[in-house]
Nanobody, 123 residues
Framework: QVQLAESGGGLVQAGGSLRLFCIAS????????MGWFRQAPGKEREFVAS????????YYGDSVKGRFTISRDNAKNTLYLQMNRLKREDTAIYYC????????????????WGQGTQVTVSS
């Protein structure tokens, strides 16, 4: 049974930091590209970041470049998202997703999704 379990979300002040975790099980994590997406109330799901199976290729959405860092530990079946210099507009539910054939930025290209973790940034 495939599972992606996000954690690490919470309430933080603008300018602060959070680190999100996504623990994978039920599939061969080390052979999957992984991504983070987010969805704010009333808005479409937005691409945040993605990484190839070994971390060799990484993409970021324009709104998070220079502030967020995606990484993975294949030995621990875990995907990370380090979020620094958080802004109010980063408030959203953050989802991790897995993709079997290669790094991607569109949500329609992902095979598996987690339930999400809420990130709220206050001013």
């Amino acid at each position: 049974q495939v599972q992606l379990a996000e954690s690490g979300g919470g309430l933080v002040q603008a300018g602060g930091s959070l680190r999100l975790f996504c623990i994978a099980s039920g599939f061969d994590f080390s052979n999957y590209a992984m991504g983070w997406f987010r969805q704010a109330p009333g808005k479409e799901r937005e691409f945040v970041a993605s990484t190839s199976w070994n971390g060799g290729n990484i993409y970021y959405g324009d709104s998070v470049k220079g502030r967020f860092t995606i990484s993975r530990d294949n030995a621990k079946n875990t995907l990370y998202l380090q979020m620094n210099r958080l802004k109010r507009e980063d408030t959203a539910i953050y989802y991790c997703a897995a993709q079997s054939w290669g790094i991607a930025t569109r949500d329609t290209e992902y095979d598996y999704w987690g339930q999400g973790t809420q990130v709220t940034v206050s001013s």
